[in-house]
């Protein structure tokens, strides 16, 4: 129970929820190549990878408040991302995994904002995954319905260039998933899965590694990749997630590092926050 409460205490923060809209442009961008230019802003060109143009009407009406210029709720995401990339930085990870004891909880709002976030902070990229392959909506808050997806990329001879995109956001680049699969355990614990994982973490020293996944207690997906992230964020939903699932999840996950839990839809006021 003191596990919990210390869990629950530490992590007074977002809210969030999901719809679609917005239009999408093809332009010949440069894949993933950084270019620090011994400065200490990170700079990436695309030349490979497609632009999906997210206009702000899209980035309010789907709520990637992290996008939008003095939002409220700019700051919060802000600080949620200070205190996991000083985390991942002492402990040298890159990569984590946003889940939610259950379904419900705004675990991928949660994971695009926070990724939005990272790539905001000039020092960092972040390579957003959507691995939720049971129900697969990470592109939805983008706006877009692209034609292939991770699931297509485990299963198929398809290059991640021919899915990746960027959301018209600086230093972001999104890898969705587009069709739901039943052998999501299956392929997670695949070793294309892993392999993935090895060369995006390798590929750029400053990229950050975020990955939506199935909540914990709903499929094995979570168990499955486990060993193939550094590090976990759990979701819970403020008057809806019960303690005993925030327990049954953590339990699960004993074995790995969860650096945090983000309380969600919370009534406080954000200046109750802090």
């Given at each position: 129970m ?20 917005s239009?999408s ?21 695309y ?76 020092s ?21 319905n ?14 991640l ?5 960027n ?5 972001l ?19 294309k ?19 939506d ?32 699932q925030?327990?049954q999840?953590?339990d ?23």
């Open positions: 003191e596990r919990i409460k210390k869990a629950v205490a530490r992590a007074e923060k977002e809210r969030e929820k999901n719809i679609p809209s239009t442009r093809s332009v010949n961008e440069s894949s993933l190549d950084q270019d620090l230019n011994n400065s200490s802003e990170l700079s990436i060109d030349s490979k990878t497609k632009t999906i143009e997210v206009d702000m009407a899209t980035r309010e009406s789907n709520r990637l408040v992290a996008s939008i210029p003095d939002h409220f709720l700019q700051d919060t995401y802000g600080m949620l991302r200070t205190r996991v990339l000083q985390e991942m930085e002492k402990n040298n990870w890159k990569s984590i995994a946003v889940t939610s004891p259950t379904r419900g909880s705004g675990k991928t709002l949660t994971a695009v904002n926070l990724s939005i976030s990272i790539a905001m902070d000039h960092h990229s972040a390579l957003l995954i959507d691995a939720d392959l049971r129900r697969p909506s990470v592109h939805k808050y983008f706006g877009c692209p034609g292939a997806g991770l699931s297509d990329y485990l299963t198929e001879k398809i290059s260039e021919e899915i990746l995109f959301p018209s956001m600086e230093r680049s999104v890898l969705p998933n587009t069709i739901s699969v039943r052998e999501s355990a299956e392929m997670l614990g695949s070793n899965w892993q392999s993935l994982i090895n060369e995006v973490s390798a590929r750029y020293n400053e990229r950050i590694i975020v990955a996944i199935a909540p914990v207690l709903h499929v094995d997906d979570a168990l499955k990749i486990a060993k193939t992230v550094d590090c976990w964020l759990m979701v819970v939903e403020n008057g809806r997630t019960k303690r005993e925030l327990r999840a953590l699960l996950l004993s074995e790995f590092p969860v650096i945090g839990t983000v309380l969600n839809k919370s009534e406080r006021k954000v200046a109750d926050r802090y």
